[in-house]
């Protein structure tokens, strides 16, 4: 059973920074994609940045240029740095691995909340 464990949420005003980790229970390389996704309340879970065992990166539209993702193969974590906050970044933030063997695995974190005053 894979588990992921989010940590680094927390309250910060507009403008500042937070660094999220999420450390896996197995090896990162196992897993074809890792990613971040958020769920405001109300709204459905989005995706923020997705990271491949290839270090290919991607964002979503409203978080280019803020945030980066980036992984520590040897720590078996990946990491979400966040850099000029918003109100609308406050959401859950939820760790993500697939893994395809045969069929899709995809694997979840608890979530860490992120709040972001004005």
């Known amino acids: 059973q894979v588990q992921l464990v989010e940590s680094g949420g927390g309250l910060v005003q507009a403008g500042g920074s937070l660094r999220l980790s999420c450390a896996a229970s197995?090896?990162?390389?196992?897993?074809?994609?890792m990613g971040w996704y958020r769920q405001a309340p109300g709204k459905q879970r989005e995706l923020v940045a997705t990271t491949t065992s290839g270090g290919v990166t991607n964002y979503a539209e409203p978080v280019k240029g803020r945030f980066t993702i980036s992984r520590d193969n040897a720590k078996n974590t990946v990491y979400l740095q966040m850099n000029s906050l918003k109100p609308e970044d406050t959401a859950v933030y939820y760790c993500?691995?697939?893994?395809?063997?045969?069929?899709?695995?995809?694997?979840w974190g608890q979530g860490t909340q992120v709040t972001v005053s004005s």
């Open positions: 993500n691995a697939q893994r395809l063997v045969v069929r899709l695995y995809e694997y």
């Open positions: 197995r090896s990162i390389f196992s897993f074809n994609a």
